[in-house]
Structures are given as structure tokens and as C-alpha cells.
T-cell receptor
Framework: QKEVEQNSGPLSVPEGAIASLNCTYS??????FFWYRQYSGKSPELIMS????GDQEDGRFTAQLNKASQYVSLLIRDSQPSDSATYLC?????????FGQGTELSVKP | GAVVSQHPSWVICKSGTSVKIECRSL??????MFWYRQFPKQSLMLMAT?????????EQGVEKDKFLINHASLTLSTLTVTSAHPEDSSFYIC???????????FGSGTQLSVL
């Protein structure tokens, strides 16, 4: 089992819809979780971090964490074409940030 | 967010030559920096953890004699790809951990092409 798993997609949603991105992790001891956005040919950009169970909102983005289920998700409301990118889930494992394979999101106008 | 500078942005070199990539934290001191490699359509793979003033810790399968890491100051880490071969062609990305929290900030990446 991979340490951090994501559905690679591609995930396609119409403009204005909610995009839902999911991630599971293997280490129950993990305490820190992050979502990064990566445009093609560019380095990752931090979008959200979450450390405790529940929801955390920042503008159009909501991160959700369920430690019991070892599951973290990212919701993007009112999706825009500019949100089209690969979204990487990352988990802090023993002081190292381990990434999932990323989910490619395409927002169609 | 914090700024991490990485250069060069891209480099083309001949097989057998060495390439040095620099990573600098511009507005904070980073005790720990990380080096990742990313092949097309794949995720970031951690290569090594670089700690200021000590030897780097390499991930399993990463050759320490081929990928030399130096972290001589709290704001600078370098990765040297020695005797590069075409299979080393990849996107190399550095990151630095901000001292106030665990958040990792990334450099802009270096696209290495070995001919």
C-alpha cells in the first residue's frame, strides 16, 4: 500500500461546479496534511494545510480531515477554468512530506 | 508566503558532466531543506533531506555519491548531479521548511535535460 494515495483522474467538472478531490494515507500517526496545486511545468504551490479533524475553509477551498478513516479531501467551490491543474495531497510522515500521485483537475468553461 | 529561490530554471548538459542546482530561502532561515525529483506525469519523489551543518539523509534507492547535497548555511542548499546520464533527466525541486510551522515552500524547480 502506498503511503499516500489519490485518484489520478482526470477529474472534469463544469465551470461553477464543486470539485471534490480525495486522498487516503496509511500512517495513523500522521498529524499534518497539506494540499498543493501544481500547474504543468511549475513547482507546487501550497493551498491548504489541516491538522485536526473536521473542515477548514479558505475562500473557495475547504479541506476536510477524518483521522479515524485516514482520509483527507479538498473541495473547490465555484470552480474556475484557472483551477485546472494537478492537485497534490501531502502528508507529514516522520518530518518528511510525502506526496500522493496527484489528481488532474480540468474545469470546462 | 515565504520565498524559496532555485536556479537554474533549466539546464541542458552532455552525458558525463556534472550539474549544480542551488536552492535559497530568501526571507527565512531553513534548518532543513528537501530535494525532490519529478518525472513527467508522476508525483514528487523525495530524494534527500538536507540539514544545515550535517550530512544529508538520502531516501532508499537514491545514490548519495551521484547526487551530492551540501547545506553549508541556513539559507543555501545545493544539489550536484555528478556524471549525469540521460536517465537523470527530470524536474528537480527543492523545498525549505519554515521554522515557525511545518509548512514547506518550494523553489521554482530545475528542468534538467541530459543529452
Amino acid at each position: 500500500q502506498k503511503e499516500v494515495e489519490q485518484n489520478s483522474g482526470p477529474l472534469s467538472v463544469p465551470e461553477g461546479a464543486i470539485a471534490s478531490l480525495n486522498c487516503t494515507y496509511s500512517d495513523r500517526g500522521s498529524q499534518s496534511f497539506f494540499w498543493y496545486r501544481q500547474y504543468s511545468g511549475k513547482s507546487p504551490e501550497l493551498i491548504m494545510s489541516i491538522y485536526s479533524n473536521g473542515d477548514q475553509e479558505d475562500g473557495r477551498f475547504t479541506a476536510q480531515l477524518n483521522k479515524a478513516s485516514q482520509y483527507v479531501s479538498l473541495l473547490i467551490r465555484d470552480s474556475q477554468p484557472s483551477d485546472s491543474a494537478t492537485y497534490l495531497c501531502a502528508v507529514n510522515l516522520g518530518g518528511k512530506l510525502i506526496f500522493g500521485q496527484g489528481t488532474e483537475l480540468s474545469v470546462k468553461p | 508566503g515565504a520565498v524559496v529561490s532555485q536556479h537554474p530554471s533549466w539546464v541542458i548538459c552532455k552525458s558525463g558532466t556534472s550539474v549544480k542546482i542551488e536552492c535559497r530561502s530568501l526571507d527565512f532561515q531553513a534548518t532543513t531543506m528537501f530535494w525532490y525529483r519529478q518525472f513527467p506525469k508522476q508525483s514528487l519523489m523525495l530524494m534527500a533531506t538536507s540539514n544545515e551543518g550535517s550530512k544529508a539523509t538520502y531516501e532508499q534507492g537514491v545514490e548519495k555519491d551521484k547526487f551530492l547535497i551540501n547545506h553549508a548555511s541556513l539559507t543555501l542548499s545545493t544539489l550536484t548531479v555528478t556524471s549525469a546520464h540521460p536517465e537523470d533527466s527530470s524536474f528537480y525541486i527543492c523545498s525549505a521548511a519554515h521554522p515557525q510551522d511545518e509548512k514547506l515552500f518550494f523553489g521554482s524547480g530545475t528542468q534538467l535535460s541530459v543529452l
